[in-house]
């Protein structure tokens, strides 16, 4: 369902934050180089060749808390997040299951109305039949035949109704374009993930819930 993988990109970003506000727990480490060539530098005389290489570490211990609140922060965005899967991931199965009842129900309209339509037309039959012979009415052959007329524009009704909950079950289902044979849009494949060598979806705050206390 494209509103659930819309769900799980949201929950990877949230995983993201997370980590980003994790790491700032940690010192930053870094290498850098300075070197400086030519001659009269300084204001001393003659030429001048320095290189210079160091590696250095930084790490902020005495923040006041500050880490730590955008740590917890990032966790409970990040549990919004799952908590919204989970409810598109319900309301997802929920529509499927709603579009599968309405196409059964349908389905069992249209058998007894089809039925129902076999039985009117054997009637129309008997009555004119016994219309030619004197023992019928033109009032009841019409009659008969009104009712015919109707059975067959439930009939009919009935059969747009399952085409249309039928439509509806492969929507529920995201494989109403694969039916119908259309290719979706850029960057609304299923594989988008390996593509993009993303990896699978990470578990959003279960794992890392001790660190934010």
């Not at 790491?23 to 180089?33: A, K, L, M, R, S």
């Not at 129902?116 to 009032?139: K, P």
């Amino acid at each position: 369902n494209p509103l659930v993988r819309e769900a799980q990109a949201d929950v990877d970003a949230a995983h993201g934050l997370v980590m980003s506000a994790k790491g700032e727990y940690y010192p930053t480490i870094g290498v850098d180089f300075r070197g400086r060539i030519g001659d009269d530098i300084d204001g001393f005389s003659g030429e001048t060749n320095d290189l210079q290489a160091r590696v250095y570490m930084r790490w902020n211990i005495f923040d006041g808390g500050l880490k730590q609140g955008r740590y917890q922060e990032m966790v409970h965005r990040a549990s919004q997040a799952r908590y919204a899967l989970h409810e598109r991931v319900r309301q997802a199965e929920e529509d499927a299951a709603n579009a599968w009842t309405a196409l059964e129900a349908q389905q069992n309209i249209g058998r007894a109305l089809a039925r129902q339509s076999e039985v009117t037309d054997d009637l129309l039959l008997s009555y004119r039949s016994q219309f030619d012979v004197g023992r019928r009415s033109l009032l009841d052959v019409l009659d008969a035949q009104n009712t015919r007329y109707n059975t067959q524009v439930r009939l009919e009704t009935s059969r747009f109704s399952q085409l249309f909950a039928q439509y509806q079950v492969l929507a529920a289902t995201n494989r109403l374009l694969s039916s119908m044979n259309i290719a979706p849009g850029a960057g609304a494949g299923k594989n988008e993930r390996d593509r993009f060598e993303y990896g699978p979806s990470k578990d959003a705050e279960t794992d890392y819930r001790r660190y934010a206390n």
